[in-house]
């Protein structure tokens, strides 16, 4: 996620405090950059003074000379760290840097990630380690925020906290002046001017200028889905101008657009309808924060709202102690700050984590809440850009990415209906509909020599990275292609099915295909690890004996557990390994760059 700052002199800032914190975060959805600035606000409400920077926007020739710093990070992937610190992670491995390269550095770091995922908080374990291994000194016990936790990751964030800034004020100890109160409002991010902007700013297109975004045209928008099933699943395909260059696991990049009715009902409610279209000119106030840079700085809220500002995800704690502050009614500010309590927190959980409650929704309950608009982007989220893996090879469709998307849609425990925000203004896309599409590098790597087997296990819309990986092996003239797919039924939601049924045909493709509800009523489904476990012998020829490669990709819950336990299994009665040695086998797979998996939540 791209992110700007208030221009200033970083140096001679840093040089004017003796209690300065660096604040970098690492995301690829944007939570982390949420956690960094509560990490911030307290930060400065303890009289430190406090840079926070992106990974990938920070000058890596300074960390050399960096003292103190907080490190934000989240996990993706199979235990990857976020495309936006590669840079800097592939710095810190660097072999000819010295051990005590950063004996001056005093660093913490606070790990995001999801336990719902074999390498939780991943990444920020090696980064941990690493930064030890080159002198650096590790001030308090690292933190690991879990989705899965009741409130989320700020249910370890809040208890880290307090451990951190005690550290950091044994270093750099407090001054004689005491700390802003803990419950005051901070100044607002932005400050705010009247507008007289030549172009109207939801006319202007804010990723024009951004690098790795390029203009596209819908070439089709088709539901793959039977009509009568419960899920659509589309194939949309992109035509672009340029000569774009991507490979097998790359990703698209879309930024959403709400739908018009919530943004308009969601004004109202809030009671900026009348004011809606006003345009107005913002600048940063302090050089702490950041602001996408996606988002112009002549805008509208109805601007601001469909294209930039989350009004539909579910809001964390952080949300509630800034709203809090706006309520007018006594009632309802006492309700907003219990939930800011830990004495609130299980009630905070039914009211808004449980039941999946929107920001949106929050408000139009809340009816006496008053938000100023200098505090927009204090209080709302940023808007996320959704990534999809690309399901084409640009050699075999020249100028084209093709996606293969699930249309989200579904009830919540209070039997509201829900549709995904971005996968929802995707399925609105008509042929000749133009967007701007970003591209950004994968995690899938292929094998140089053609002869080499590859094995692809991807059930749903995981098949979309096998798709384009597929397509270019063959494009290449590789044959030693397997793919095993799985889904509900063979005649209702089976991807891609006459593709893969004319390269089995043309012997370039071994393909399987489990479907888990076609089976009789009380009877075992199948699914794609029992059918590589009736094929062990040819799986063992494959990975075992001939050093082939392995690529899962579908939802994180069940599935590629399930899938590495056939592959163990396997090299256990094909292969005569035993137990200790199987799982040895699938480490060396992983740490030799032969088993890929990307897999979602």
Not at 22 to 49: K, P
Not at 526 to 553: C, F, H, N, P
């Amino acid at each position: 996620m791209m992110a700007t700052s208030v221009d200033v002199d970083f140096k001679s800032r840093y040089s004017e405090s003796e209690r300065f914190i660096l604040i970098l975060y690492a995301t690829e959805t944007g939570v982390s950059l949420d956690t960094a600035e509560q990490i911030a606000r307290e930060a400065q409400r303890r009289l430190f003074t406090v840079q926070l920077v992106s990974t990938d926007a920070y000058p890596l020739e300074d960390f050399v000379h960096e003292t103190h710093i907080i490190f934000v990070v989240s996990t993706t992937g199979a235990g990857q760290e976020p495309r936006s610190m590669t840079a800097m992670w592939n710095m810190l491995l660097r072999a000819d840097l010295p051990q005590d390269i950063l004996e001056d550095l005093n660093f913490a770091v606070f790990g995001l990630g999801d336990t719902a995922y074999e390498k939780f908080c991943w990444a920020a374990k090696k980064l941990s380690r690493r930064l030890e291994s080159l002198g650096a000194r590790e001030i308090c016990e690292r933190g690991e925020g879990d989705e899965q936790h009741p409130l989320g990751i700020e249910g370890a964030l809040d208890a880290w906290m307090p451990e951190v800034f005690k550290a950091l004020e044994a270093l750099l100890p407090v001054p004689l002046s005491t700390c802003e109160d803990v419950n005051a409002l901070s100044p607002p991010k932005i400050s705010i001017a009247s507008s007289s902007c030549a172009v109207a700013p939801e006319e202007a297109d804010s990723l024009n200028g951004v690098g790795g975004y390029y203009c596209a045209n819908v070439r089709c928008n088709n539901r793959m889905t039977a009509k009568d099933w419960y899920q659509d699943v589309r194939h949309i395909e992109f035509d672009f101008e340029d000569d774009i260059v991507y490979s097998p696991g790359d990703v698209a990049v879309i930024h959403p657009v709400a739908s018009a009715a919530d943004v308009e009902s969601f004004l109202a409610s809030i009671g900026w309808l009348d004011i809606a279209d006003d345009e107005f000119c913002f600048s940063v106030q302090d050089w702490c924060w950041t602001v996408f840079e996606t988002i112009p700085k002549a805008t509208t809220l109805r601007s601001l709202f469909s294209r930039h500002l989350d009004i539909s995800s579910v809001p964390r704690r952080s949300f509630f102690r800034i709203l809090r502050h706006f309520a007018t009614d006594e009632i309802e500010s006492e309700k907003l700050s219990e939930f800011c309590s830990p004495e609130g927190a299980d009630e905070l959980y039914e009211y808004v984590t449980r039941v999946r409650r929107t920001i949106r929704e929050v408000l139009a309950e809340f009816h006496s809440v008053r938000i100023p608009k200098e505090y927009v982007f204090d209080l709302f989220p940023p808007m996320r850009p959704r990534q999809f893996s690309i399901a084409s090879s640009v050699r075999v469709h020249r100028k084209q990415v093709h996606l293969c998307i699930a249309i989200v849609k579904y009830k919540t425990k209070l039997k509201i209906s829900r549709r995904g925000v971005c996968s929802t203004y995707l399925s609105t896309l008509k042929p000749g509909d133009r967007i701007r599409v970003g591209i950004q590098k994968g995690f899938l790597a292929m094998p140089k020599d053609h002869a080499v087997p590859v094995v692809c296990i991807g059930p749903g819309t995981g098949v979309a990275p096998m798709r384009a990986l597929i397509s270019e092996r063959i494009y290449e003239g590789a044959k030693e292609n397997v793919l095993y797919f799985g889904c509900r039924s063979a005649s209702k939601d089976h991807h891609y099915s006459s593709e893969w049924k004319a390269l089995e045909a043309s012997k370039q493709l071994y393909y399987r295909a489990a479907f888990s509800r076609d089976g009789q009523e009380g009877a075992k489904r199948t699914y794609v690890q029992d059918l590589m476990v009736e094929d062990a012998k040819k799986l063992w020829d494959l990975i075992g004996q001939r050093g082939g490669w392995v690529y899962i990709s579908g939802s994180s819950n069940k599935m590629p557990i399930a899938v590495k336990g056939a592959i163990e299994l396997v090299a256990r009665t094909v292969g005569g390994m035993s137990e200790d040695a199987a799982r040895t086998f699938m480490k060396s797979l992983q740490d030799h760059g032969r088993l890929f998996e990307e897999c979602w939540s």
